[in-house]
Every structure is written in structure tokens, then in C-alpha cells.
């Protein structure tokens, strides 16, 4: 005889709303702060040619470097491009004394000179910014190296900044990514220690893009089995992976005015998708749960379609970190695949710490553990809307 599955009484849901949202408009402040955009990256491309000359084009945000050069202040800021380049021209001797203090190339040990050759304003996935070509002068000879020390935390402005250096000297054509912890690269460097850069880079980038964990804490707090976390998690890698490749090696270019708000969108899509289950009754877990039959649901198969949808977003959103301009080669595809790998150890580590407590907290008290998942739920949701709003709107 086959005992009848136990079914949970619907919880009081409206509490978990409550405190959820409550939860929410606490951490607004920080979470507007590091959802995206506080970080900073510069985009450095070095070359030298037969007679030994250096020639680097250095690319900064536009509103950053007037900050930290000390030339303008917030609200001075002109959004159109002839303005810009204006304000560019008129403040050119400050800014190019800022970058040319932070920014270094070396020959031999010893420090070239720069000339600034050209400066201009372009637009790197819909974010101004302002582009110097600088002519080194090298008085020494032997191994160049390159040191970039652009947007420091203690400016207060960002936290995080970011060089992604592209380079042809001394016969060798590499990469870095250079950060406060590294801030120089040799042309001598070993291949294994850029990887590693990257990797790190995939792995920080994660940490602190808070819209991304908050998606995936959506996904394991809306999947109840680990074979459904295991099924989410493999679609949105899947998704994301695909058009991160895609994006990073410039074969698809999507506005971050669109992918940022969708971002945002998908967080509350998907944390609010689990506020919706939680209507109904559901199955106690257990032993009877397990010996459920292995075919998704209707309704798995929805879930897991949207998961794949939003992954494909949010691989742009990733290739948006890195936002390298150049065409397909093999070295840029090695690079962008180790960052991707970064992504994914992280990604992994975060459901290997949350999902194990979330799933024992369920077994032990389902109840409970609904009310739990309702409340993370809907403090995710109540973020991801705010972030739509705001990103909709031009305001973060």
C-alpha cells in the first residue's frame, strides 16, 4: 500500500513580502553602489615599430579622468561629445599630467619619456571615453615593461580599476590585466601568469558584481532538488557563456543600454517566479519526494527556457567588464575563455556554500524553509525592480 504524499499547508506569505521588501530598501543604498559601474576599466594597446619607436594608445571613462585629474566636478560634466572634447582640449596639460604619472612604460628599467601625439573622445559600449596616443622617447635599452597605476581606490572615486593591456614589443604579442595587486607586466612574462590574470578577473568580477550573485542566489532559492539547481545552473552557464565568447571577440555588439536593464529585469523575473510557486501547496521533500519520476514538468521546462534567455543577457553583461575592441584572434580567445572559467569556479562556490544549508533547512522544517526562500525572494525582487527602474531611467 502506498502511503499518500504529505502535502504543506500554504504559508503565511505575507510577513516573508514584508520582511523581504524591508530587507531590500536596507541594503538599496550599497547594492545601487556595486551593482555595476563602480568599477573601472582602462583599455591600453602598445606597439613599437622597426626603429625601436613606442607608441601606446591609452582609453579612460571620460567623467573619471576629469574627476581624478581635479579639472571638473560632478555636476560640471557636459554629456555631449563636442563638449567633451572641449573640456578635453581646454584641460589637455592637467589631464595628460595625471595619466602620464600613473601610467608608465619602461625600457630596460628605465622610464621613457611621453609625448602626447593625439587625444579625442569616443564611446565604448555607450560609456564616453577619453582616448590618448602617447610616443615614448626610451633612453635605455632591453626588456620593456608596462605599469599602470589609473584610478586608485584611495581617489574614492571606484574601487577595483582594471588595465586590460594589449601589446606588440620586443617581438612578442601578449595581454595582461593589471590591478592594484599587479600593476606591471614584462614583455617577459610567462604565458601561465596572464592566464591567471584572467582568471582572477572572471573571479572578481563575479565577487563584485552584485546583480549576478543575486541572480543566481534567485536560482537556489527557487530550486528545490539539486537536480534542479544542478539543471538552472547548467543553463545559464550554458547561455551566458555563448554570447560572452560572442561579444568579447566583437562578433555580436548589443548596447549596454539594453543588456543592463534586462540584467536588472531578470533578477526580479527570476526571485519572483519562486514568490509565485509559493502560492500553492507543495510536496514535503524526503524520501517520498525523491522517488519522484526523473521527466521535467511543463513547468521545468519554462523555467529552465527563461534561465537560458537571461543567461544570454547576462553573457553580455560579462563581456562588458572586459569590453575589449578587436577581432577574432586565438591569444583574446584564451584570455576570454580563462575569465569565463573564473566566472564559473566562483558561480560554483557560491551554490556549493548556499545550497547545502538551504536544502538541510528544508528537510528539517519545510515550513520554515519556505518562509526563508519567500523573504530572500523578495528582497532579490524588490532589488532587481529598483535596478531595472534605475537603469531605465539613466540614474545608476
Known amino acids: 500500500m502506498v502511503k499518500p ?27 545601487s553602489a556595486q551593482g555595476h559601474g563602480f568599477t573601472s576599466t582602462v583599455y ?50 592637467e589631464v595628460v ?27 565604448n559600449r555607450d560609456v564616453p571615453y577619453a582616448t590618448f596616443t602617447f ?4 633612453p635605455g635599452e632591453g626588456v620593456h615593461s608596462i605599469h599602470s597605476g589609473l584610478f586608485p581606490d584611495e581617489e574614492g572615486y571606484v574601487v577595483g580599476t582594471t588595465t586590460i593591456v594589449q601589446y606588440e614589443l620586443d617581438g612578442k604579442v601578449g595581454s595582461a590585466a593589471l590591478t592594484g595587486g599587479k600593476s606591471t607586466v614584462s ?37 528545490r532538488r539539486l537536480r534542479d539547481i544542478v539543471l538552472a545552473a547548467t543553463s545559464f552557464t550554458l547561455a551566458h557563456s555563448v554570447t560572452f565568447l560572442l561579444a568579447g571577440l566583437q562578433i555580436v555588439r548589443v548596447s549596454g543600454t539594453f543588456v543592463e536593464p534586462v540584467i536588472a529585469l531578470s533578477i ?9 510557486t509559493l502560492r500553492s501547496p507543495a510536496p514535503l521533500t524526503g524520501a517520498v519526494e525523491s522517488r519522484r519520476a526523473l521527466a521535467l514538468a511543463p513547468a521545468d521546462w519554462t523555467r529552465l527556457g527563461i534561465v537560458f534567455c537571461f543567461g544570454l543577457v547576462h553573457g553580455l ?10 577581432s577574432f584572434s586565438w591569444g583574446l580567445l584564451i584570455d576570454l575563455l580563462v575569465f569565463n ?19 538541510l533547512l528544508r528537510r528539517r522544517n519545510a515550513a520554515v524553509g519556505r518562509w526563508v526562500t519567500g523573504v530572500v525572494a523578495a528582497g532579490v525582487t524588490g532589488t532587481g525592480l529598483f535596478w531595472f527602474i534605475q537603469r531605465v531611467l539613466g540614474l545608476g
Not at 506569505?13 to 550599497?30: Q, W
Open 187 to 223: 614583455t617577459t612574462a610567462p604565458w601561465n601568469s596572464r592566464l591567471g590574470e584572467f582568471f582572477l578577473l572572471g573571479s572578481e568580477h563575479l565577487l563584485t558584481g552584485l546583480d549576478h550573485i543575486l541572480f543566481l542566489l534567485a536560482l537556489i532559492v527557487g530550486s
Open 268 to 276: 526580479a523575473a527570476v526571485a519572483a517566479g519562486h514568490l509565485w
Open 135 to 138: 610616443d615614448y622617447d626610451c
Open 341 to 359: 572559467v573564473g566566472i564559473e569556479v566562483v558561480q560554483l562556490g557560491i551554490i556549493a556554500v548556499v545550497y547545502p544549508p538551504l536544502a
Open 317 to 326: 553583461g560579462f563581456a562588458g567588464a572586459l569590453g575589449l575592441d578587436e
Open 5 to 31: 504524499r504529505r502535502v504543506l499547508s500554504r504559508p503565511r506569505l505575507g510577513p516573508a513580502l514584508v520582511v523581504g521588501v524591508a530587507l531590500a530598501a536596507l541594503v538599496l543604498p550599497a547594492a
Open 44 to 93: 591600453v594597446d602598445v606597439t613599437d615599430d622597426p626603429a625601436g619607436r613606442v607608441t601606446a594608445t591609452v582609453d579612460l571613462e571620460y567623467d573619471l579622468l576629469m574627476y581624478s585629474a581635479g579639472v571638473l566636478a560632478n555636476g560640471d560634466i557636459l554629456l555631449d561629445t563636442p563638449g567633451q572634447q572641449s573640456d578635453l582640449d581646454h584641460f589637455q596639460d
Open 97 to 123: 599630467d595625471y595619466v602620464t604619472q600613473r601610467f608608465t612604460v619602461s625600457a630596460g628599467g628605465e622610464e621613457c619619456s611621453a609625448q602626447v601625439d593625439g587625444h579625442g573622445v569616443v564611446h
